[in-house]
């Protein structure tokens, strides 16, 4: 019995089930993979993907949303983060208010005559014809806007945008220097006035979103350290349970724990609270209390 194989050399994990419910581990073969109803319709509940694997499953539902909804990358991108890498959210919500959405986003509106910044060619920065004056460094130069019209020197972008990257993940997600404006500031900056450093961490920030924001995604939570994260494909009537990784560490899809079957995630945390309560009673007594010189308890 060969594994339904996705094409991407994905490390399946799981355990197969007779039509009984019965677990079956036969010798050599498919230990590492659930699977359930009949011959044709069975197919892999997880599949544990490295980052090169991860950062492929990335772009390939870009690529996606892009053909579906007639939008650049840069667009596909920042539509699909802020409805949780669910394509099928972002299309209802896109096909009933097309402008709401692009507002929430922080997208170009679209123009009378359907034009934006990806039917034009992906053009995002436009460049000022003559010397003016940045809003910023309050010096004369040439100034680069955004869709949006608001005007920065070439250092004041690269000021912005490095701290941007510096501070953190949000940097995907960064908007327009100008005071409240909305536009969303793409990828094509970073790449354009950021150092390689921090293009390097900006394009790792990009694919972090896609198993931060996505509840379909979850990075294995070994201790000892692993950089592979498990992608929920879904299969009706199973529960996700335990997950086997490439590293070899087992643990819960539910709960973000440490494998603690038979014990069910809800009693797993009441132990862990349990737990807490008595080392928050331990530290307390350990700090205000003295041994008794005769018992020696506190």
């Not at 910044?117 to 955004?146: K, N």
């Not at 979103?209 to 950089?227: F, L, R």
């Not at 086997?244 to 079957?261: I, Q, S």
Request: some cysteine.
């Amino acid at each position: 019995r060969s594994p339904a194989a996705s094409g991407m050399g994905q490390h399946l994990c799981g355990t197969e089930h007779s039509d009984a419910g019965v677990p079956i581990n036969e010798e050599g073969n498919n230990d590492d993979q659930l699977v359930l109803g009949s011959q044709e319709d069975r197919r892999p509940v997880f599949a544990i993907m490295d980052r090169a694997q991860l950062h492929k499953e990335q772009e390939r539902r870009i690529e996606e949303a892009c053909e579906l909804l007639d939008a650049s990358e840069e667009e596909g991108f920042a539509l699909l983060k802020s409805h949780g890498w669910d394509l099928e959210r972002l299309q209802e919500a896109w096909f009933q208010d097309e402008a709401a959405v692009r507002e929430r986003c922080g997208l170009p509106a679209v123009a009378d005559g359907g034009d934006t910044a990806a039917a034009s060619g992906g053009r995002w920065l436009t460049a000022t014809e003559d010397r003016r004056m940045c809003p910023i460094c309050m010096q004369e130069g040439v100034l680069i806007a955004l869709n949006c019209g608001h005007g920065f020197c070439e250092e004041c972008w690269r000021g912005y945008l490095h701290t941007e990257v510096d501070d953190g993940k949000a940097a995907v997600q960064a908007r327009c220097p100008h005071h409240k404006c909305k536009q969303l500031v793409p990828g094509a900056c970073f790449t354009r006035f950021c150092d390689e450093s921090r293009r390097q961490k900006y394009a790792e920030w990009r694919l972090l979103s896609y198993a931060d924001d996505n509840p379909m995604v979850k990075w294995c939570i070994n201790p000892s350290g692993c950089t592979n994260a498990c992608v929920y494909t879904g299969c009706l009537g199973v529960d996700p349970s335990e997950i086997r990784c490439k590293c070899g560490f087992l643990w819960c899809w539910a709960c973000g724990e440490e494998a603690h079957g038979p014990a069910d995630c809800s009693a797993v945390g009441q132990w862990k609270d349990k737990n807490s309560v008595e080392s928050d009673n331990a530290m307390w007594i350990k700090a205000n209390t003295k041994q008794c010189p005769k018992c020696h308890k506190p």
